[in-house]
């Protein structure tokens, strides 16, 4: 028995060739060098080494480009100096219009939309010689809520003229069909919360025929044929299952994914999707928001998504939630992913090891967009006045902590001066010296998590803005005398100096 999948369509049909423009860019290349004429929108490409090169560079930059607003691959296009051997004939006798198409499309998932001309005639009526070839592939913006991602597990996104990594991706255990599941298998009631959450966050008024439908534009589930079938059915994901299954479905496919809260009072434990279980823990009247008002809600709800989005689902084992009265701690199973680090985690390339899961809780608004999640914990922490979040990746377990002794001192300041900050590493930085009174140079670039060129910007604007100060004959900082004396009254008077040197009334500017 075999299952063939089936095809979700695509556009109506390729749309015209450009000739104009595909004449334009050429002679702009013959007058100028590729980097050059390279924008947000084109790419070129030379015939590399070989077919193996020529596929992995081509599929990269068109997915790229999908990613972020479409564009155009000109492939063909030398790097030399010599405008006379910019342009040659195709090395590689196997590169053709298909060839190109199907590798790129083999070479991302999911499959990038791309249509491939041959521009050789054009080419040849610019230059005036018929024996170089040019191939130029048109590449819409993605229509998929996922990011395309390359055979590496790379998603990239064009930044002008280059294709910066957007986030890593590891083999995604989500991503498997669950054998023997099906659509009665998910909680329907789950599937059109997801539904109404993706038109309120994307301001849209989508409309799916059925619950199905939603599934597949997500990648949740796929549609397949049996041998000698009519009817299509759905193979079921690891990721729809939790993100909505109902109960007995996940007690019966994946026993080990549980919640465990612990209290000082009781421990209890349930088994339910993903879904109900953050609406649950985070609603008005739930567990964290009458046991954790010190802490904003929507903290709690990214390290609760966290939780259950990155962790291990290779690994056996509950998400477990300890509230005590002096701290909240989220464990999860499974270390960080590929290597990360929990001294770096603000400004890292985000790894996923659950990419569908990841973008599919994105997508329905459980999480916040790529990279951001952790900015959003230490920001809402930090102006909370709370201390620094905790992290910890060993022994097979995450864990993050976030501890209730808060300073109410610095919650007011940052609350009344945050419109002179200029961003999270300010409010690190203030954080820091604070509680320590002084700090080194190396201690807040760490805290910051900033190399020392970047950590030296921010500081010395710091400094010049009158909010710290350098201590004479030492790498260390204070926060600034005045400013600390005003932070400590701050609830004494509301006649506050750090009006004037926080960036409001600087000299000879108008308060």
């Known amino acids: 028995m075999s299952a063939a999948p089936i095809r979700v369509p695509g556009r109506d049909k390729e749309p015209p060739f450009d000739v104009a423009f595909i004449r334009n860019v050429i002679s702009d290349l013959l007058t100028a060098s590729p980097d050059e004429v390279e924008s947000d929108h084109i790419e070129a490409k030379s015939w590399c080494r070989d077919e193996k090169e020529l596929a992995d560079k081509v599929s990269d930059a068109c997915a790229c480009l999908a990613n972020s607003t479409g564009g155009y691959v000109f492939v063909g296009v030398a790097e030399d100096p010599n405008v006379r051997r910019r342009f040659s004939p195709c090395p590689h006798p196997g590169i053709t219009r298909n060839w190109l198409t199907t590798h790129i499309q083999d070479l991302n998932r999911p499959p990038v939309e791309c249509w491939t001309y041959d521009a ?9 010689t018929r024996d170089c070839n040019l191939f130029v592939i048109q590449v819409p913006q993605k229509r998929c809520i996922s990011s395309h991602v390359t055979h590496k597990g790379i998603s990239k996104v064009r930044v002008g003229k280059e294709c910066r990594t957007q986030f890593t991706a590891e083999d995604d255990r989500t991503k498997a069909p669950v054998p023997f599941a099906s659509l009665d298998d998910l909680s329907l009631t789950s599937i059109e919360w997801g539904m109404a959450q993706y038109q309120k966050l994307f301001k849209v008024s989508t409309q799916w025929s059925e619950h199905s439908e939603f599934l597949m534009q997500t990648q949740l589930a796929e549609p397949f044929l049996q041998d000698e079938e009519q009817s299509p059915r759905l193979r079921i994901s690891l990721a729809a299952l939790l993100l909505f299954g109902k109960n007995a479905s996940l007690r019966k496919y994946v026993p080990f ?9 009781e421990n209890s434990r349930f088994q339910q999707n993903i879904v109900e279980s953050v609406r649950e823990l985070c609603a008005n009247d739930g567990v964290f928001k009458s046991r954790l008002s010190e802490i904003p809600a929507e903290v709690v709800r990214e390290l609760l998504v966290n939780a259950y989005v990155h962790r291990c689902y290779r690994l056996p084992g509950p998400v477990v939630i300890n509230i ?5 701690e989220i464990q999860s199973p499974g270390e960080l992913a ?14 996923y090891r659950n990419l569908l899961l990841s973008e599919a809780a994105r997508y329905i608004g459980l999480c916040d967009r790529v990279g951001q999640g952790i900015d959003l914990v230490y920001k809402g922490v930090l102006e909370s006045g709370l201390p620094f979040p905790e992290f910890e990746s060993e022994n097979d377990l995450f864990t993050a902590r976030i501890s209730l002794a808060g300073s109410a ?3 007011e300041c940052i609350r009344k001066r945050s419109p002179a900050l200029h961003g999270l590493e300010e409010i690190i930085a203030l954080r820091l010296l604070w509680m320590r009174e002084s700090a080194s140079f190396g201690e807040l670039c760490a805290k910051m998590q900033r ?4 950590g030296k910007r921010v500081l010395d604007d710091m400094e010049r803005r009158q909010m710290i100060e350098s201590i004479p004959g030492s790498s260390s900082y204070k926060i600034a005398t005045a400013v600390r004396r005003d932070m400590e009254t701050i609830f004494q008077s509301e006649q506050l100096s750090l009006e004037s040197m926080w960036g409001y009334g600087r000299p000879g500017e108008p308060t």
Do not use: Q, R, Y
Not at 120 to 128: D, F, H, K
Not at 324 to 328: N, P, Q, R, V
Not at 451 to 454: I, L, T, W
């Open 324 to 328: 005590a009265d002096t701290a909240l």
């Open 409 to 411: 001192e610095f919650c």
């Open 257 to 265: 994914f549980e919640t465990v809260i612990k209290t000082s009072s």
């Open 451 to 454: 190399k020392p060129d970047s």
């Open 338 to 351: 590929g290597g990360l680090k929990v001294d770096d985690l603000i400004n890292c390339v985000p790894i």
């Open 120 to 128: 050789s005639e054009i080419l040849s009526e610019v230059i005036g």
